[in-house]
């Protein structure tokens, strides 16, 4: 990928993240960055933008210092990527149990922070699960706590109702003492979690997910490869002009001895 097409792409993310953050301050009510994409977006941006202006101020200038740090700045991404892909699928466990332990997070603020909340009730419709490792994850959450009053006590949020029909309406108390022991089974809600949903939605869909992960590290991978090659030319066209030639060196001291022989001109 050339380094005006990243400089467009991070452009536009960080665009993107700024739209995002300014309309999320209007309904803030947490604290944290885990549960901001859009901080995400803009710190993702920056950094997009600063590496390809770099690249671009560094190709139109033919500024070898410029054209390394892009070179190394995007090798190393690349290799970032690369091995954060391999410890992911070697310590998958552990990835796993990090992923619940911060829905666990984000489920004790459910109704105080409406990021998290429409992340969570979009998750859960469109994979069909409720909770992070399971439906009774939502015993942390002080409204659903079966200790708790009210009508939402030991029950689950509308978003972990079954469905039987496309944009159908679902009963907003399905879930009403759902977390009780007693109740069993539980036909009206769904009670797989939701990180192993979307475990084996990726494992569906790994032929998906192998295409984007080409896309993703392949444009990278040949941005450093040409960055080099460019450099490698810059190189060489510079030792020309700066270091004469041997064939250079001789005509010149055939030149210096015929001058010698000519007459001295007043």
């Known amino acids: 990928m050339s380094p005006r097409g990243e400089k467009l792409i991070g452009g536009c993310i960080l665009g993107i993240g700024i739209y995002a953050e300014v309309e999320r301050q209007q309904y803030k009510t947490l604290e944290g960055v885990f549960l901001a994409p859009s901080i995400i977006l803009i710190l993702l941006g920056i950094i997009l933008f600063v590496v390809s202006f770099i690249g671009v101020l560094g190709s139109l200038r033919d500024n070898i210092t410029l054209l390394k740090v892009f070179m190394y700045t995007l090798a190393v991404c690349l290799l970032l990527e690369l091995v954060g892909a391999i410890l992911g699928l070697v310590f998958h466990n552990q990835a796993e149990r990090l992923l619940n332990k911060n829905i666990r997070k984000g489920i004790v603020n459910y109704y105080d922070d409406l990021d998290f909340k429409n992340i969570m009730d979009y998750v859960q419709n469109r994979f069909k699960c409720c909770g992070g490792e399971e439906f009774k994850d939502w015993k942390v959450n002080m409204y659903h706590n079966c200790s708790a009053p009210g009508p939402l006590a030991c029950g689950v949020p509308y978003t972990c109702c079954v469905t039987t029909k496309n944009n159908e309406v679902p009963n907003t108390m399905c879930g009403y003492k759902a977390l009780d022991d007693q109740h069993q089974p539980l036909p ?76 001295e001109w007043d």
Do not use: H
């Open 188 to 263: 009206d809600i769904y009670t797989r979690g939701c990180t192993g949903a979307f475990i084996y939605w990726l494992l569906d869909n790994y032929k998906i997910m192998i295409i984007l992960l080409f896309l993703i590290l392949v444009p990278q991978f040949f941005g450093v490869l040409v960055t080099r090659i460019y450099i490698t030319r810059i190189e060489d066209i510079s030792d020309q002009y700066a270091e004469p030639t041997e064939d250079a060196l001789r005509q010149k001291g055939r030149l210096d001895k015929w001058f010698k022989c000519m007459p």
